[in-house]
């Protein structure tokens, strides 16, 4: 977790930084800046607000992370954006485009809608709608870095930090409390439906959008009508949950890999050793330095970065799928399309704030980096073998295709229509279990 910088002093405050906070040089100051505590010039906090806030976050709880205060501060985080509540005819309008999207996509794949429900959502109901997909995610990254943080502390410091030291230890999840709140109210203001970052964060089987911030991402495309960018991105949506309905070993697949990832984080416990060591007690600055310092920083292990590897493409695959059925359904009923595709296929791989935010978060970055490779790669299947090849390929783990064959989109399964330890029968018999939604 990322540590704030000190705020400077304001002009014509009359004050500098360090007589306006009295606070400065101590982790509280971390844990105020991060809620937001100091006035312009980095003045004294609203003590009132802050200790009230501060209450919740020091509350007893389990687990890692206080959940009932990352909520509380993701609302408050995302409410400082208007934030208007979806109107009926909003609610309306992506049930319809959800409705006339899945009929799109019924021509492209076997596959059957995996839409159970609709919704549109406001930005604080994207969050609360979420928030337990969150606590897979983050939850194993915060345990780690609190466990690297007690094996690494030296036994004498131990013995003579006492009470401190748990206090430190109770002032450090907040600081993560607080900074989960945060980064997910801004998250908020940026993701356009449930399945935006590529992971399934919403409930199973509800297709839903965020009408506020599809509106934002719409007026910046001048040419195309906002009907236009509804139902593409319904498109989406829709063709995401159709995918993850359709393969049932997909969802937990994904989100326990990012999760795994997290929980076995390694952190540079010797270098953490070392500047304990150096730490002085009896001067509350110094542990603050010590974790501007770096105290905190992962360092993945050559497991996890082969890890991350295959989460990348895995996820590159799901983006890439999504792309191909998409601009096969709109490739002969809507003329915008192509700049809409373009347009998404940037964003998601150059890393939106979106993305941004989950690295920060989550510890990793979630860009599929080869969407255009994993779209030809699917697209250059279907051409060839029929749509039934291509999306019998999602029968297992062990059939997706690599990274080296992201490499040559084109020559994937070139030669064969199934896997060479496969008879026709037994193929044809796994893929009609698979569209059928068996999970054998």
């Known amino acids: 977790m990322g540590v704030m910088s000190d705020t400077p002093g304001g002009p014509g405050s009359g004050q500098g930084p360090d007589d306006a906070n009295p606070f400065k ?14 006035g312009a010039g980095g003045a004294m906090p609203d003590l009132n607000a802050l200790m009230a806030q501060m209450q919740s976050l020091f509350a007893p709880h389990d687990g890692p992370v206080n959940w009932d205060s990352v909520l509380d501060l993701a609302r408050r985080a995302a409410a400082q954006e208007p934030d208007p509540s979806v109107t009926p005819a909003q609610a309306a309008a992506v049930a319809d485009a959800v409705r006339l999207a899945d009929h799109w996509l019924d021509t492209t794949t076997e596959f059957p809608s995996g839409v159970t429900t609709t919704a549109a959502w406001s930005r604080a109901e994207w969050i609360v709608e979420t928030l337990d997909v969150w606590k897979v995610l983050v939850e194993p990254i915060a345990g780690s870095a609190t466990a690297a943080l007690g094996q690494a502390m030296p036994e004498e410091m131990k013995q003579l930090a006492g009470p401190l030291m748990a206090m430190l230890g109770k002032a450090s999840g907040a600081m993560v409390a607080s900074q989960v709140g945060s980064g997910l109210g801004a998250l908020a203001g940026d993701v356009l439906s449930a399945s935006d970052i590529g992971l399934p964060l919403g409930p199973i089987g509800k297709a839903a959008l965020l009408p506020t911030n599809v509106s934002a991402f719409a007026a910046e495309l001048p040419d195309v009508t906002d009907d236009d960018v509804l139902l593409y991105l319904a498109l989406r949506e829709a063709a995401h949950q159709r995918l993850f309905a359709g393969v049932p070993w997909l969802r937990d697949h994904l989100i326990g890999a990012v999760a795994e990832y997290g929980a076995g984080m390694d952190f540079d416990t010797s270098g953490m050793e070392e500047k304990l060591r150096e730490v002085d007690l009896a001067n509350p600055a110094a542990m603050q330095d010590a974790m501007a310092g770096g105290l905190f920083d992962p360092e993945p292990s050559p497991a996890q970065k082969a890890a991350l590897q295959k989460l990348e493409v895995t996820l590159a695959l799901v983006e890439g799928w999504v792309d191909e059925v998409v601009g096969q359904a709109t490739a002969e009923r809507m003329p915008a399309a192509a700049k809409l595709q373009e347009t998404v296929r940037r964003r998601r791989a150059a890393g939106g704030p979106a993305e941004q935010t989950f690295a920060t978060l989550v510890g990793l970055e979630l ?74």
């Open 25 to 38: 040089g101590t982790p509280f100051e971390q844990i105020f800046s991060q809620m937001g505590g100091f």
């Open 367 to 440: 860009r599929p980096r080869r969407l255009r490779d994993a779209s030809t790669l699917w697209g250059s299947l279907r051409t060839r073998q029929g749509a039934e090849a291509r999306d019998g390929v999602w029968m297992s783990p062990h059939l997706l295709p690599t990274a080296d064959d992201l490499d040559d989109p084109l020559g994937f399964r070139e030669d064969s229509v199934a896997p060479e330890e496969l008879t026709e029968d037994e193929w044809d018999a796994g893929l009609r279990d698979l569209l059928d939604g068996g999970d054998e």
